[in-house]
């Protein structure tokens, strides 16, 4: 189906992973799609989809000027923002560099891609603003994930908070809350935890074990979600966190 046709995409962090399956599915779905990443080596492999309704640029989230000239450039109905990086560790792991690399990654990127996303919006009378968040974070307390769990718990407020304020002007704004998702960055912490327990295989298990269904999901499953989100089918949610974690947080 053609469920996004005449509009026009925006997908940060769209190299690899949840991103890059969403910047797919949504090209699929007829929209016109600006795939971004601040690594354009793994970006250009998207190309290999042979889909003409996919441009792509570099866009760095961690620079204002990156951010509003892509913006400028692709002047979009629907945002992604799904940059992010996990940091592993407690509280007291924690150090003030990597918790001001999180803020600004995870979360002020955020701020910077709606400000300049928004007048354009408002000026068109609509728009959907999807922001990735987490299970882990605001839904369920995971582990070893004081840093990223919370920024992405402020991901949340982020987005109810833009959603109220635009609610009356056609601005729909959603944040995704995935549980654990087959990715690149994934597999590396797989790995780095495999060498904590002294196996990879003990690693995986551990990772599986967190959803009941027992397995994560594919990039594509997320996809599925942000097309949704992105559609006018969801044109009456607004301000959600809306969960997809294999029954992790819902037993
Ligand atoms: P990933 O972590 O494998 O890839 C991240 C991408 O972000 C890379 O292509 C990288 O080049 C890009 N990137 C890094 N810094 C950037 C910057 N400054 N500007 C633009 N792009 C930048 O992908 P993933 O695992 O699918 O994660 C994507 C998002 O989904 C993240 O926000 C992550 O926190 C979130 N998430 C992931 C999972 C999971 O289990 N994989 C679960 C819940 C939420």
């Known amino acids: 189906g053609q469920r996004l046709e005449g509009k026009r995409a ?37 190309r290999d989809q042979n889909l003409e309704n996919i441009r792509i640029f570099e866009l760095d989230v961690r620079s204002n000027d990156s951010v509003k000239k892509g913006i400028a450039q692709a002047a979009p109905d629907i945002l992604f923002n799904c940059a992010g990086f996990v940091h592993h560790g407690t509280v007291l792991d924690a150090t003030d560099a990597e918790f001001d690399f999180a803020i600004d990654l995870n979360l002020r990127a955020m701020m910077r ?4 996303a928004l007048p354009g919006m408002l000026e ?28 992405k718990a402020a991901v949340v407020g982020l987005t109810k908070s833009v959603a109220v304020d635009y609610v009356k002007q056609g601005i729909r704004c959603n944040c ?15 790995t780095a935890l ?18 009941p269904m027992g397995r994560v999901a594919t990039a594509e499953e997320i996809a599925a979600l942000v097309v949704y989100l992105a559609a006018d089918e969801s044109a009456f949610t607004t301000g959600h966190t809306h969960i997809i974690d294999g029954g992790w947080s819902g037993q």
């Open 176 to 190: 995704i809350c995935p549980g654990t998702v087959e990715s690149p960055s994934w597999h590396d912490r797989v």
């Open 113 to 116: 891609t709606i400000r300049a």
């Open 10 to 46: 925006l997908v940060t962090a769209a190299g690899q992973g949840i991103g890059r399956a969403s910047a797919i599915a949504m090209a699929k779905e007829g929209a016109e799609v600006f795939a971004t990443d601040v690594n354009m080596e793994l970006l250009s492999t998207i």
């Open 194 to 211: 495999g060498k904590e327990l002294g196996s990879y295989e003990a690693a995986m298990a551990q990772f599986v074990a967190r959803q």
């Open 124 to 151: 068109r009378g609509s728009g959907s603003i999807i922001n990735m968040s987490s299970a882990a974070g605001s839904i369920i307390g995971a582990p070893n994930r004081f840093i990223y769990g919370t920024t």
